[in-house]
């Protein structure tokens, strides 16, 4: 019998148990509107509040959160499918010509006869990376990673017909796992011969404990209802405004300390993992009372980045780590939660205790081929070749030195030599300027120096942005140390001013600007709205109140805004380092060239991805608070040789060999 493989997404699958509140917000306002009315008598005006802060608790007991609907990758196709079986949505298996999933912001796109179709980011639908990848193989899907927005070709198809290898470096760690994948299918599991102790592994406890949040929620809301009820019985005939007021004041506070240790307790559940050779048991979010693996249904289990449904929202959402189980079949057995946990002890206790552990930052030993995707089959068949720069051009030169390949100098428009990812590159453009070729020096085996120096000597057109930004700078300091006057003993001048160095001024993107305007008018016009409705008895009323209110908050909330947007912090970039300046010239930090490693988007932390300067040995020197545009920083990083990207924290990004 033929088992058609299917793969359902994350999602939310019930309360579990668990009493969640629904509209929080708005019977917060409630309770507030409450307390500010003047309700006669007292018990009636603290029966409304009481009423407003436990409806949500008595809304989400009487109706607890529906199951929410599923994507579903099958033999009939890609399916949104309601908890009860009736379909949303659905692209038709004979339908899909292509997959494919951006690298940037892992979006899944649909390819079809008359089109392609955007259907949304594959962690949103529930879907891991590597889990969608094997299954839509198995059912003869063609799949792709690509940059950009999976535009395509101007044709409009997908793959080009001289290219049927991976042309992404994620596509390529796809495979790789998947090849692990299905070598531990067909290879039986071999325990291991001693007996070990089981191990036991949980999230670190998180700071403040939880023990001390839910008691310090409760004692603020005690608080609050214990305050309510002393003005209540203080004037049983009913309180006056100021005691209303005071009521509301103590009303809010409390409500949103409640229902804010209630979404963090739910956010910090702790994960408890539990590993023997037969075994894995995991207690946590959605777990219940632990979910069970047992060993011999698992062939091997994928560590490393996958979704998570999110404890607060239900949302299935990106997590830095998860574990996938995969079953003899190639199937998805089971998804375990490891949010927290140490990926390095993780994955060790894994191993030692018997089960297959695929990884995708496991470096896979590079052949002679690596990085030669793009020429001639004969850079691969050539043992021990590397590359060598000729009279006429460049050549692939065998272990003995005869050269076996040339690459004429009228082919090459351009030879550049950059650093990714804290490594140094080779790129070569034709005539046309379009690139041609592209890989790593340490493939082509030849010193980022010895291509520079002898390349220039062919008359080769080579570029090397961070060399000529090294010997710029150091040429701009010896010329200063001659040309400077001397100076008195113990005065060794001036600092040189990074606003005035010569570079790209990057500045905030406009959507940033005008967002930051208008969330300051609309907390100004909110500010206004309250303060007209509290203190408007005593201004004359509310309306005439707020309406001088409403028009002075706007010009505060512009005024106030202005204020700041004309010193606000620009990002230089230039061949002495990176500096953040103000507009009116103010230095807030400096770093020296020789200082950065890398400059880039740093998705390390569950947060806003945000923008930092790396030293060459990876660590965070740096933050940027406003967000510039990334694609002019990108090409002034490469204009004034600053690396951009994180640097390999195996091998640190050191300066270019001068």
Partial sequence: MTVHPELVGQSWTGSGGRLRPVGAGPFTLAALAAALLPVRPAWLWAALIALAAAAPWLIGALRPRRPEPQWRLSEAGLELTRPDGEIITRYERERIEELAVTA?????????????????????????????????????LPMRILDGDADGPPDGSLIPDDLSGPDHPAEQRLMAQEAELLAAVHEPRILPEERREPARLAAPPPSPGRGRVAAFGALVAALGALMIARIAVSDPAGPDPVARLAAGGWALPALLTLFATHRRLLAERPVRWTITSGRIVVHGRR???????????????????GVRVDPVTGEPGPCPLAV?????????????????????QLVHALHERGYRVITPGARAPRPSAYGLDGLPDVFAQVPGGRLVVTDDGLGWADAGGDVVLRMPQDRLGGVELL??????????????????????????????????????????????????????????????????????????????????????????????????????????????????????????????????AAPAGLLIGLFGNWVYDRNRDQLRVSPAGISVVTRRGRVAWDLARAAVGGVGIDDSVERVPRLVVWSPAGRVLRQVSFPPDLDELRRACERFGLPWGPPDADRPAAPPEL
Avoid: N
């Fill in 104 to 140: 940037a912001d892992g979006r899944l796109t649909v390819f079809h006869k008359f089109g392609r179709t955007s259907v949304g980011e594959l962690a949103r639908m529930g879907f891991e990376p590597l889990a969608f990848y094997v299954t839509a193989r198995r059912l003869g």
């Fill in 287 to 305: 777990t219940g009372r632990g979910l069970r693996v047992h060993a011999a249904d698992i062939a091997a289990v994928a560590v490393g980045p």
């Fill in 324 to 344: 996938l189980a995969f079953d003899h079949r190639m199937g998805l057995l089971a998804r375990l939660p490891a949010h927290d946990l140490e990926e390095f």
């Fill in 419 to 548: 650093t990714i990812a804290g490594q140094a590159w080779l790129r070569l453009y034709d005539s046309d300027g379009d690139e041609f070729f592209a890989a790593p020096l340490s493939a082509l085996r030849i010193s980022r120096t010895d291509l520079r120096e002898t390349a220039r000597r062919a008359g080769l057109p080579v570029t090397d942005a961070e060399y000529d930004a090294y010997l710029s700078a150091a040429f701009h300091g010896a010329v200063e140390a001659i040309s400077a006057p001397a100076t008195e003993a113990g005065d060794d001048g001036p600092d040189p001013d990074p606003a005035d160095a010569p570079g790209v001024l990057l500045d905030a993107t406009r959507r940033s600007r005008v967002g930051t305007y208008a969330l300051s008018v609309a907390l100004c016009e909110v500010v206004a709205a309250v303060a007209a409705l509290w203190l408007g008895d005593s201004l004359g009323g509310p309306l005439l109140t707020a309406a001088w």
